[in-house]
T-cell receptor, first 113, second 111 residues
Framework: DTEVTQTPKHLVMGMTNKKSLKCEQHMGHRAMYWYKQKAKKPPELMFVYSYEKLSINESVPSRFSPECPNSSLLNLHLHALQPEDSALYLC????????????FGDGTRLSIL | SQKIEQNSEALNIQEGKTATLTCNYTNYSPAYLQWYRQDPGRGPVFLLLIRENEKEKRKERLKVTFDTTLKQSLFHITASQPADSATYLCALGGGADGLTFGKGTHLIIQP
């Protein structure tokens, strides 16, 4: 079991739906991340939160809206997604310090119909 | 922009042999580099981190080297086992910057 918990594990949604992905960690980490991973590709960084503030947005379309309600939780709100947004969405956390690894959840497998 | 490359998409190794994976980077002088393992349907799992002033780092059957002159890291698994079969990712960055991953090497250990 990983120390970063993501729900749901699988999500199928239509292009007009609104849904949210959730991520939770209780390791006291103050940096949290969203990555997108397409099949047979490496994870690609989407967003970074540092001390509950958005610090990096890698030019992600506005149909993806991140939120960090507190230091343990990270959400990714989805609206009007496109079929090409189907992917594995990974959450990770780490301390703010350099020279520290990131801890990943097992992701949400998202399929857009 | 920084670029990180893993030259082998796939690598087949006989059980018991040493697997060696390569990671090269350009346009960057990293203070450290990380290696992760990813199994199908799972998130990446951290294996080793090596700093620029460390030539070599070991953990059980794993060994990582870091050559800042060649801009290259090598990842070795000695006495390989079928359970070592997975995708191995090298990564730059970290802390508040997020990680940039190489494309990964799919390692298959054949019994």
């Amino acid at each position: 079991d990983t120390e970063v918990t993501q729900t749901p594990k699988h999500l199928v949604m239509g292009m007009t739906n609104k849904k949210s992905l959730k991520c939770e960690q209780h390791m006291g980490h103050r940096a949290m991340y969203w990555y997108k991973q397409k099949a047979k590709k490496p994870p690609e960084l989407m967003f970074v939160y540092s001390y509950e503030k958005l610090s990096i947005n890698e030019s992600v379309p506005s149909r993806f809206s991140p939120e960090c309600p507190n230091s343990s939780l990270l959400n990714l709100h989805l609206h009007a997604l496109q079929p090409e947004d189907s992917a594995l969405y990974l959450c990770a956390s780490s301390t703010e310090d350099s020279y520290q690894p990131q801890h990943f959840g097992d992701g949400t497998r998202l399929s857009i119909l | 922009s920084q670029k990180i490359e893993q030259n082998s998409e796939a690598l087949n190794i006989q059980e018991g042999k040493t697997a060696t994976l390569t990671c090269n980077y350009t346009n960057y002088s990293p203070a450290y580099l990380q290696w992760y393992r990813q199994d199908p349907g799972r998130g990446p799992v951290f294996l080793l981190l090596i700093r620029e002033n460390e030539k070599e780092k070991r953990k059980e059957r794993l060994k990582v080297t870091f050559d800042t002159t060649l801009k290259q890291s090598l990842f070795h698994i000695t006495a390989s086992q079928p359970a070592d079969s997975a995708t191995y990712l090298c990564a730059l960055g970290g802390g508040a910057d997020g990680l940039t991953f190489g494309k990964g090497t799919h390692l298959i250990i054949q019994p």
